[in-house]
């Protein structure tokens, strides 16, 4: 069974940064994509950013520019780093990886963005 470790999240004031981390348990490469999810309080979960095994990216319109999300093959590893934080970045992060037509998450990870 695929494992994805996250860590990463926390408090952090408007305009600040942070990055988060997915420790996949087996290889990046056995992925067709990995990436992030978030859910705000009362609100669906939605895509934030992926990574492709090919290393296409692609990211929502609303942290475009202000996220980016990279990978470390040889730590099995992604990263979301969010940069120019506001409010309404505030939810729980999941990250995802599909392997054989299968999504995984992980456990998530919460960021709160407020002064």
């Known amino acids: 069974q695929v494992q994805l470790v996250e860590s990463g999240g926390g408090l952090v004031q408007p305009g600040g940064s942070l990055r988060l981390s997915c420790a996949a348990s087996i290889s990046f490469f056995m992925f067709s994509r990995m990436g992030w999810y978030r859910q705000a309080p009362g609100k669906q979960r939605e895509l934030v950013a992926f990574?492709?095994?090919?290393?296409?990216?692609n990211y929502a319109d609303s942290v475009k520019g202000r996220f980016t999300i990279s990978r470390d093959n040889a730590k099995n590893t992604v990263y979301l780093q969010m940069n120019s934080l506001k409010p309404e970045d505030t939810a729980v992060y999941y990250c995802?990886?599909?392997?054989?037509?299968?999504?995984?998450w992980g456990q998530g990870t919460m960021v709160t963005v407020s002064s």
């Open positions: 990574i492709s095994r090919s290393g296409n990216e």
């Open positions: 995802n990886a599909n392997y054989l037509g299968v999504d995984a």
